[in-house]
């Protein structure tokens, strides 16, 4: 129940397509579902995040959806660039705990 | 600092030998999170501190790990014999509060021989 499913492993777009990434978690009690990107041999850096009381979040090319009845969110990157190339993480937390991370997705963006 | 320092960002030592693991938040942060990422995994949380104190130590993956936190502001984590399934990138994280947004240092790359 305190797991963040996270799909897929790995992901190749052609340069100005769409990347999706999915994820999807059991507990209902999550309250805020960030995602982080993280490029070779740096930390993970805060992407952008939604709480479930919203259903959609669009920062720039980066659009989270969040599907409350299918306990899913999924990220959208428009346009993907050769600079997106990197690895993303979904996580999800409970008030009071830290952070549960999925296991992360490798994207390529092929120009 | 303007960001989370983590030192040493590598380490290689002996199976058997103890490490020490720093962190260095941002300035202000009272919320400090320490992970453990190992090669194809996600992140795995470890422990975090609220100031001074750790609510929560029960990612701590045997009693070889411990980590203390002084002054609200550096943390270190310490791996006493380690073992070769230790190899892993340590990832300290902090935040202005709990459960706010969590910045994240670049890490110390551990490899046991």
């Known amino acids: 129940q305190q797991q963040v499913k996270q799909s897929p492993q790995s992901l190749i777009v052609q340069k100005g397509g769409i990347s999706i990434i999915n994820c999807a978690y059991e507990n209902t009690a999550f309250d805020y579902f960030p995602w982080y990107q993280q490029f070779p041999g740096k930390g993970p850096a805060l992407l952008i995040a939604i709480r479930p009381d919203v259903s959609e979040k669009k920062e720039g090319r980066f659009t989270i959806s969040f599907n409350k009845s299918a306990k899913q969110f999924s990220l959208h990157i428009m346009d993907s660039q050769p600079g997106d190339s990197a690895t993303y993480f979904c996580?999800?937390?409970?008030?009071?705990?830290?952070?549960?991370f999925g296991k992360g997705t490798t994207l390529s963006v092929s120009s | 600092g303007a960001g989370v320092s983590q030192s040493p960002s590598n380490k290689v030592t002996e199976k058997g030998k103890d490490v020490e693991l720093r962190c260095d938040p941002i300035?202000?942060?009272?919320?400090l999170y320490w992970y453990r990422q190992s090669l194809g995994q996600g992140l795995e949380f470890l422990i975090y501190f609220q100031g001074n104190s750790a609510p929560d130590k029960s990612g701590l993956p045997s009693d070889r790990f411990s980590a203390e936190r002084t002054g609200g502001s550096v943390s270190t984590l310490t791996i006493q014999r380690t073992q070769q399934e230790d190899s892993a990138v340590y990832l300290c994280?902090?935040?202005?509060?709990?459960?706010?947004?969590?910045?994240f240092g670049d890490g110390t790359r551990l490899s046991i021989l």
């Open positions: 994280a902090s935040s202005f509060e709990f459960n706010q947004p969590q910045h």
């Open positions: 300035s202000g942060h009272t919320a």
């Open positions: 996580a999800a937390t409970l008030p009071g705990t830290a952070l549960i």
